[in-house]
């Protein structure tokens, strides 16, 4: 089964905070591509990053950062001292070579509070 | 170019009528998805173009949808049919290879 959870359907927290959303998802290809989007309330989704299953190394952009795990199929992003510009909801998902289709997590609603 | 666009961005019709979204992918762009995203869920992949041809279309397609892109450049999806259960939004998605996407802002359907 190819698939994508993201178990935090909402999360709140007070501007300034740091927040991790977490990612897991089941493949049994070897090689694949994982993506986080931002999807503000104008609807569109905002490409974060991508990924591929070869590289493990955590990320850093800003105060963004992910954190890839092979072992436990995770791929967690946290946002560190969170602004309101942040609100919004978060997909995770899910793409393999030569693919065309993404699949996507059921997103986590991010509420930063100022 | 700024991005895709799709048009309209909000659209609201009376069930078992027929409806059509356009989709203006990235120009340089061959490749092009249609997604439905309904409320509290992920995009969910419908079809997918590249340059004219059609590639794949998922089973969520029933045979009320139909989608074209003449020419390898904009692309419609088309509703026939529409029925409550079509409400949705329905976004465009364009790419130059597998991997990075760009998304339009999504055409909001109410069926009523």
């Known amino acids: 089964a190819q698939k994508v959870t993201q178990a935090q359907t909402e999360i709140s927290v007070v501007e300034k905070e740091d927040v991790t959303l977490d990612c897991v998802y089941e493949?049994?290809?070897?090689?694949?591509?994982l993506f986080w989007y931002k999807q503000p309330p104008s609807g569109e989704l905002v490409f974060l990053i991508r990924?591929?299953?070869?590289?493990?190394q955590n990320e850093i952009s800003g105060r963004y950062s992910w954190n890839f795990q092979k072992s436990t199929s995770s791929f967690n992003f946290t946002i560190t001292a969170s602004q309101v510009v942040d609100s919004a909801v978060y997909f995770c998902?899910?793409?393999?070579?030569?693919?065309?289709?993404?699949?996507f997590g059921a997103g986590t609603r991010l509420f930063v509070k100022a | 170019d700024t991005g895709v666009s799709q048009d309209p961005r909000h659209k609201i019709t009376k069930r078992g009528q027929n409806v059509t979204f356009r989709c203006d992918p990235i120009?340089?762009?061959?490749?092009l998805y249609w997604y439905r995203q309904t409320l509290g869920q992920g995009p969910e992949f419908l079809t997918y173009?590249?340059?004219?041809?059609?590639?794949?279309k998922s089973r969520l397609l029933s045979d009320r949808f139909s989608a074209e892109r003449p020419k390898g450049s904009f692309s419609t999806l088309e509703i026939q049919r529409t029925e409550q259960g079509d409400s949705a939004m329905y976004l465009c998605?364009?790419?130059?290879?597998?991997?990075?996407?760009?998304f339009g802002q999504g055409t909001r359907l109410t069926v009523v």
């Open positions: 120009s340089e762009h061959n490749r």
């Open positions: 998605a364009s790419s130059l290879a597998a991997g990075e996407a760009f």
């Open positions: 173009f590249q340059n004219e041809a059609q590639l794949e």
């Open positions: 998902a899910l793409s393999f070579t030569g693919g065309f289709k993404t699949i």
């Open positions: 493949t049994r290809d070897t090689t694949y591509y």
């Open positions: 990924r591929n299953s070869f590289d493990e």
